[in-house]
């Protein structure tokens, strides 16, 4: 079984920064991308972010280019670094893991709460 631990979330003020991280376990872990979603009260998650775990292609949502980027490491790893905060940006914040082509998001983790004040 595969585990994903978001950590790193926090209250910060507008134009501030944050580093998530997303630590996968378990040993039948495989990634074909990884991403970040997030669901702010009262809305639909939507999608933020994904990094195509062998080439490191990366793909962002239109509302956080320029100031989001994805990044993994090189073992089980994935990471938000979040540059210019706003206040709209204040959600909870889920890394998922698709482990094939076409599939679905296989794996969520229990999410992290981002907060920024104006």
């Known amino acids: 079984q595969v585990q994903l631990v978001e950590s790193g979330g926090g209250l910060v003020q507008a134009g501030g920064s944050l580093r998530l991280s997303c630590a996968a376990s378990g040993r039948t872990f495989k990634s074909y991308q990884m991403a970040w979603f997030r669901q702010a009260p009262g809305k639909e998650r939507e999608f933020v972010a994904l990094?195509?775990?062998?080439?490191?292609?990366t793909n962002y949502a239109d509302s956080v280019k320029g100031r989001f980027t994805i990044s993994r490491d090189n073992v089980k790893n994935t990471y938000l670094q979040m540059n210019a905060l706003k206040p709209e940006d204040t959600a909870i914040y889920y890394c998922?893991?698709?482990?094939?082509?076409?599939?679905?998001?296989?794996?969520w983790g229990q999410g992290t709460q981002v907060t920024v004040s104006s």
């Open positions: 990094i195509n775990w062998s080439s490191g292609a």
């Open positions: 998922a893991n698709k482990v094939r082509p076409g599939e679905s998001w296989n794996y």
